[in-house]
């Protein structure tokens, strides 16, 4: 695997280094993933702006690590869910909730068990879910259009997810606890 470096304020592109200082302000560091991303300015500011969104919308932030959990675990990316187990119990999401996601399982919260679902069912099938992936979705009391929100989030966590997968870069001491194998 070619060498990717990690970027940091200093030494990242200047392109790159708003993006940066509003992820350091945002996490009180720049994690590694945006270190490697920030290599690309274009994919480190698209990133920031779809995040924004994915952050801002109709999910709590404990829906919004349940699907980025669940994508990361669904795309086999070990620093995105080290990271995204971390930030999901900060998030008040139990600890079983977490290892079910990580085991490839349902959270037992039924609301969390069905934003995960349709995270993965939107991943493997490529986008291609049918009407009773969407009933499902619905029936567990979402309406209808956060399908279209859900898609945001995994659209977003595909940039870390891939790129992690690219660059691995090394997990933080402080993400070690929940370091995950695919």
């Not at 990717?4 to 280094?17: D, M, R, V």
């Not at 971390?86 to 399982?105: F, N, P, T, Y």
Request: charged content about 20%.
């Amino acid at each position: 695997m070619a060498h990717f470096p990690i970027y940091t304020l200093e030494s990242a592109p200047e392109q790159s280094k708003p993006a940066l200082n509003g992820l350091a302000q945002a996490f009180g560091m720049v994690p590694n993933i945006a270190g490697a991303i920030a290599g690309s300015p274009k994919l480190i500011n698209g990133l920031v702006g779809l995040f924004q969104q994915a952050h801002g919308g109709n999910f709590s932030e404990a829906h919004v690590q349940t699907l980025l959990l669940t994508n990361a675990v669904t795309n086999g990316a070990t620093w995105p869910v080290a990271f995204h187990s971390c930030l999901s119990l900060k998030e008040g999401l139990s600890e079983a909730d977490v290892q079910a996601i990580r085991e490839r399982r349902l959270p037992e919260d039924p609301k969390l068990a069905a934003l995960s679902r349709l995270a993965r069912t939107l991943i493997e099938k490529r986008g291609h879910v049918d009407d009773d992936d969407i009933a499902a979705f619905t029936e567990a009391g979402f309406d209808r259009a956060l399908v279209l929100d859900v898609i945001l989030v995994v659209a977003a966590s595909t940039i870390t997810n891939y790129t992690a997968s690219v660059t691995q870069p090394p997990l933080e001491e402080v993400f070690q606890p929940y370091a995950w194998k695919a």
